[in-house]
């Protein structure tokens, strides 16, 4: 009989442990809900405001850990430089930020070349908290805010997104942040920056892989991109948002080259290798000789040699020197027209 009791009791035990385990899930998964439907909310008001206005980040539910970082009140004391309001915290932040805007960003700049100075500086300064990808999920404690990116080198997407929205207010480029999900669903956080009046997505955690590596050239495969480019992996309600409508500010259209001969391709991938850029994008003056047709491969990888003899030359040339390099080359569709992109890669 004793033992008979015991064991009810056991049982009683696991079925109200489980009863809790149920009801924090279905919490859980009610105020992630709540989380989304505010920020969709908050991201309609802000897709209706003037171009001249400056976006806001979407708000999420106070107190909800999960939530994106406020950086409105340190841009604000930026811009007005009044910092009563300021806590211990965002001091220290205001503190360091002010220090990179200093060292990146000069007089005489253009919204369109203070935004990727930032994006830079951040690849070359901040690495993906790679706690977050082991088992136990482990992050730093302000992984997620613009303390962790600027102080201890490591953050989160929301981090790195923080981050982003926090330099754009400063600089007084509008500019918003998305909380959604990619790659089948994780729990994701990217930007939309608005340039000469057109909005485009920035992903900067995306252009930052994992591992990091000393001296990698700075990826801008997601900066300043397009729709068509984010839903290959991202996942979004788009029209909670401002529509992204022009590539005349992508950073494809500002690095894209003429080019006439091997020597000037081999010219440019000696100069992005040199600057520390990964990605470069060509298009020949005269297209004989190119196979720049839209078929299968777009937008996969393939050989040099299969896209025309000259970027052959030029790539086999650029190969000559001491370090490791390596080139892959793609075909891109662009503005309606087929060009080709080279993603450099080295050893030194």
């Known amino acids: 009989m004793k033992k008979k009791m015991i064991a009810l009791s056991s049982l009683g035990v696991a079925l109200l442990s489980a009863c809790l385990i149920k009801s924090t899930a279905v919490q859980e998964k009610s105020s992630y809900k709540k989380r989304a439907e505010i920020t969709k909310s908050t991201a309609e008001e802000t897709s209706e405001e003037t171009a001249e206005e400056t976006s806001e980040t979407p708000d999420a539910d106070e107190g909800d850990e999960n939530a994106l970082y406020d950086t409105k009140p340190i841009s604000q004391a930026y811009l007005t430089g009044d910092t009563s309001a300021l806590d211990d915290l965002q001091c220290d932040i205001l503190s360091r930020a002010k220090k990179v805007i200093e060292q990146c960003v000069t007089d005489g700049m253009t919204d369109y070349e203070k935004e990727p100075a930032i994006h830079d500086y951040m690849i070359k300064n901040i690495t993906y908290d790679k706690g977050h990808l082991s088992i136990f999920g482990e992050t730093g404690e302000h992984a997620a805010d613009p303390y962790g990116a600027l102080y201890d080198g490591e953050c989160i997407c929301s981090g790195y997104t923080t981050t982003f929205q926090m330099f754009m207010d400063m600089l007084e480029i509008p500019c918003l942040s998305i909380m959604a999900s990619a790659d089948g669903g994780e729990e994701h956080a990217w930007n939309m920056a608005q340039i000469n009046g057109h909005w485009y997505y920035v992903d900067v955690t995306w252009d930052d892989p994992v591992p990091d590596k000393d001296n990698r050239p700075i990826s801008h495969t997601y900066f300043n ?27 494809i259209a500002h690095e894209l080259t003429e080019v006439s001969s091997p020597d000037e391709i081999c010219a440019i991938l000696e100069n992005a290798l040199e600057s520390g850029q990964e990605d470069i994008y060509i298009v020949p003056t005269d297209t004989e000789g190119w196979n720049l047709e839209k078929n299968e491969n777009i937008n996969k990888q393939v050989s040099a040699n299969y896209i025309s003899d000259e970027l052959a030359e030029a790539y086999l040339k650029f190969l000559a020197a001491p370090e490791e390099r390596f080139v892959a080359w793609k075909m891109l569709e662009f503005d309606g027209k087929v060009i080709v992109a080279g993603y450099i890669s080295y050893n030194k």
Do not use: G, I, N, Q
């Open 225 to 251: 991109t397009s729709k068509e480019v984010m839903l290959k992996r991202h996942e979004w309600d788009s029209s909670a948002y401002p529509k992204c409508d022009s590539t005349e500010d992508s950073f």
